[in-house]
C-alpha cells in the first residue's frame, strides 16, 4: 500500500490472491482505519517524508479536495468501492546498475520470468481498470527491466483507458532519444513525470554510488530529458540524493545540478539498510544518525541557504533539518 521503507506491512501476495481480494482484505482495512483515526499505527514516522511535512497524500481532513476521498472520510470506509487509483509496479527488480545502497549484485531477472508475467498480467487484467497514474519502478530501472521496457514498448492506450500519468522512476542511463523512439507517441505523451536517481555531483562519486554508471552519459542524457520537460510531454522532472557519508558535502552542488537542467524538484532521503550493509557499515555510512562522528558538520551543510530554494524537498530529512535551524 505503500513504500515498504516507509509501511512495512504486506496486505496480500499477487502470486496467489487476486487483486480484489488484497486491495479490500483485512490487512488493507486495518491500515485503512488507522489513517481514518490518525494515528498511522502502521506507519514510519521517521522515514515517511509525507508524515513529517504533512504533504503529498498526508493532508488535513479540511484540505482533503477529492471527492472521493471526502466520502471515504466521511462515512469512515475500510471497504473501498472502487479499485486502486494509483499503481506503483516493484516485481521486477531488474537494472542496469547495482548499487550499494539497493543491492549487492547486478540483477537482471531471468529465473523469476514466470512469475513476473503473472504478477503483470494481473495488474493489466484486474487493478488498472481505475487506475489514473501509473508508476515504473521503484524497484529496478524501467529500461533496465526487460518486461517494464518491453510492456513500455508494447502498450497500448486502449488497455490503459484512464491512466492520464504514467511516473518513470529511472536512472536515466539508458533513456536515450533512441530508447524513447521505441516508445509509441500515445504512450510517450502520457509520460508526465519522471524521477531520476543520481546520488552524486561529481563522477568519483557517482562511479561509488551508482556502481556501472557513467556520469557523462548521465549528464547527456539529462540534456535530452531536459528538452522533454521544456518541450513535452513531461510535465514534472524530480532528481534524488540518498544522503550518506561519501556525498553530503555535494548536496549544494547536487541542488545546482538540478538548476542547471531547469528540473522541477531536487530531493533528497535518509539512507536506509535494505540489507547490503553490515550493522557496522551502515552506521558509518548514516550520517543522518546524531551519533555519526561527522553529524555536526552534515548540519552545518543543511544551513546553506540553498536548501531553502523552492526547488529544494528535503523529504525525511526535514525533521533533520529543523534542528540544525536551531
Not at 479499485?83 to 531488474?94: E, V
Request: aromatic letters at 10%; charged letters at 25%.
Amino acid at each position: 500500500m505503500c513504500c515498504p521503507a516507509w509501511l512495512d506491512t504486506s496486505i496480500g501476495n499477487l502470486q496467489d490472491q487476486s487483486v480484489q481480494e488484497i486491495w479490500n482484505g483485512k490487512k488493507a482495512q486495518e491500515i485503512r482505519r488507522s489513517i481514518l483515526d490518525g494515528s498511522f499505527t502502521y506507519c514510519n514516522h521517521s522515514r515517511c517524508a509525507f508524515l513529517q511535512t504533512v504533504s503529498g497524500p498526508v493532508a488535513k481532513v479540511e484540505d482533503v479536495k477529492d471527492e472521493d476521498l471526502h466520502a471515504v472520510i466521511e462515512k469512515e470506509l475500510t471497504i473501498l468501492p472502487y479499485g486502486p487509483r494509483q499503481i506503483i509496479c516493484t516485481y521486477d527488480k531488474s537494472c542496469n546498475l547495482s548499487c550499494p545502497s539497493c543491492r549487492t549484485k547486478l540483477i537482471i531477472e531471468r529465473r523469476n520470468k514466470k512469475q513476473i508475467l503473472k504478477i503483470q498480467d494481473k495488474i493489466q487484467n484486474e487493478a488498472i481498470q481505475d487506475a489514473y497514474y501509473l508508476h515504473i519502478t521503484g524497484s529496478g530501472d524501467p529500461f533496465g527491466s526487460p518486461f517494464f521496457r518491453k510492456w513500455l514498448q508494447t502498450m497500448k492506450r486502449e488497455d490503459i483507458p484512464r491512466v492520464k500519468i504514467i511516473h518513470l522512476q529511472t536512472n536515466a542511463q539508458l533513456w536515450t532519444p533512441k530508447m524513447w523512439g521505441t516508445i509509441a507517441k500515445d504512450i510517450q505523451h502520457l509520460i508526465k513525470n519522471a524521477d531520476i536517481s543520481i546520488d552524486a555531483a561529481n563522477p568519483e562519486t557517482y562511479a561509488i554510488n551508482r556502481r556501472g554508471g557513467s556520469f557523462e552519459r548521465l549528464l547527456n542524457n539529462l540534456e535530452f530529458i531536459s528538452t522533454l520537460r521544456k518541450n513535452g510531454p513531461l510535465e514534472w522532472v524530480g532528481i534524488s540524493m540518498v544522503v550518506q557519508e561519501n556525498n553530503f558535502r555535494e548536496m549544494p552542488d547536487f541542488v545546482r545540478l538540478g538548476k542547471r537542467f531547469h528540473f522541477d524538484t531536487v530531493y533528497f532521503s535518509q539512507l536506509v539498510n535494505y540489507g547490503t550493509y553490515s550493522e557496522e557499515e551502515f552506521r558509518n555510512r548514516a550520517i543522518h544518525f546524531p551519533t555519526h562522528s561527522r553529524y555536526s558538520e552534515f548540519l552545518g551543510i543543511l544551513k546553506d541557504e540553498i536548501f531553502h530554494d523552492p526547488l529544494v524537498h528535503l523529504g525525511n530529512l526535514t525533521e533533520t533539518m529543523r534542528r540544525s535551524d536551531k
